[in-house]
């Protein structure tokens, strides 16, 4: 089953530019993570936030969570074409001790 | 260096016959996944284990099977009761007990004909 589903599915941006995706989940968490994968190769861990938290920043990203609505959103400012990849939310649901992943927003980002 | 690491990186099998992927981490991580992505897919959780001796079935376990006999090793095997295997294949590490970030290798890319 897929808890988290991301939105768009697909962007595309030139090169400095913001770079917005959301992400939606169905249950209770006890955090959110995001991931970046770049095409053919294993995903790379962005940034945590816990379900306590609402927002967090880590150099040019800033993650967001709305535990009410049960989303989130990850915004990459001033993108650069180093950004074009797939980028994955993962949730670990209360009570398990497993991730589930969103289907992913494929961004690319135009010199 | 610390890390996890898949191998190989391209693996093709004939229908029918069972193929193991094998998963290795020296990170000291308790847990580990099995996950399966398919094209412009998101990653669907196959097995995890949070200890030694120790896994559980995932989302889509039908036609896998695992073993946890260290804590450094999470082998995979695809067996032929597996429909559709052709697959990209990743392993993933972390602290156990969830609410940690997992750390990924680097896949193995898996081609059934």
């Known amino acids: 089953s897929q808890q988290g589903e991301e939105d768009p599915q697909a962007l595309s941006i030139q090169e400095g530019e913001n770079a917005t995706m959301n992400c939606s989940y169905k249950?209770?968490?006890?955090?959110l993570q995001w991931y970046r994968q770049n095409s053919g190769r294993g995903l790379v861990h962005l940034i945590l936030?816990?379900?306590?938290?609402r927002e967090k920043h880590s150099g040019r990203l800033r993650v967001t969570l709305d535990t009410s609505k049960k989303s989130s959103s990850l915004l990459i400012t001033a993108s650069r074409a180093a950004d074009t990849a797939s980028y994955f939310c993962?949730?670990?649901?209360?009570?398990?001790?497993?991730?589930?992943f969103g289907t992913g927003t494929r961004l690319k980002v135009l010199a | 260096d610390g890390g996890i690491t898949q191998s190989p990186k391209y693996l093709f099998r004939k229908e029918g016959q069972n193929v193991t992927l094998s998963c290795e981490q020296n990170?000291?991580?308790?847990?580990m996944y099995w996950y399966r992505q398919d094209p412009g897919q998101g990653l669907r959780l196959i097995y995890y284990?949070?200890?030694?001796?120790?896994?559980q079935k995932g989302d889509i376990a039908e036609g896998y099977s695992v073993s946890r006999e260290k804590k450094e090793s999470f082998p995979l095997t695809v067996t032929s009761a597996q429909k559709n295997p052709t697959a990209f294949y990743l392993c993933a590490s972390s602290p156990p007990g969830g609410r940690y970030e997992q750390y990924f290798g680097p896949g193995t890319r898996l081609t059934v004909t």
């Open positions: 990170l000291n991580h308790d847990a």
């Open positions: 249950t209770s968490i006890n955090n």
């Open positions: 993962a949730t670990d649901p209360s009570g398990t001790y497993k991730y589930i």
């Open positions: 936030i816990r379900s306590n938290e």
């Open positions: 284990s949070q200890i030694v001796n120790d896994f």
